[in-house]
């Protein structure tokens, strides 16, 4: 008696189990999706809608870089070369080199803390995928570009003064425990 009482009690709670499981199922139906056609059915692009702090792939302004070398000296896995030369005509320090191996970088984040200016950053980018890892080496010196020297009282042109506000604006938001 005891076994028949057990039999029909497991197919109730089969029944059951398998309903309660289809309910979830089915509902999915009436509810609005939480996927998103990746990359080519979104209303704008990914990289658009993540935070000023989001991790990506680094760039660098070298218009507002100092050559102070210290994101170079920070990175644990040495994957910023910095090469500075002196202009012996102009007597005034040049970059001749700043690269980066995105294939090596880790993404912590310490070289754009230590940046004064803001010049290194993590950009929203993420799509780096590239089937040469030579290809993977960002190089921000093309030409001869010398280093950037602060002024005292301030940017007057107006095209340095967006670049050093960029540059506060992403070291504020890195600074702010809030976002
Ligand atoms: S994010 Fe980290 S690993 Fe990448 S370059 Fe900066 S310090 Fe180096
Ligand atoms: S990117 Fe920033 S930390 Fe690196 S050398 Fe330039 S100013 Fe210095």
Redesign the pocket.
Known sequence: MYATIEYFKNIKDTVFTVFEGMTITFSHFLRRPMTIQYPDRIEKPVQETLPLRYRGILE?D?D?????????R?CPIIC?A?GIEMNKETKQRTFSQ?DIDICKCMFCGL?AE???????RHSQEFEGACTNPAGMVRRFVTETVPL?KPKKGGETDSKMIAKVDIGNKYLDELASPES
């Open positions: 660098v070298m507002i870089c100092t050559g102070c070398l210290a994101c170079e920070v910023i910095i700043f070289c230590v940046c004064p200016t803001g010049s290194i950037y």
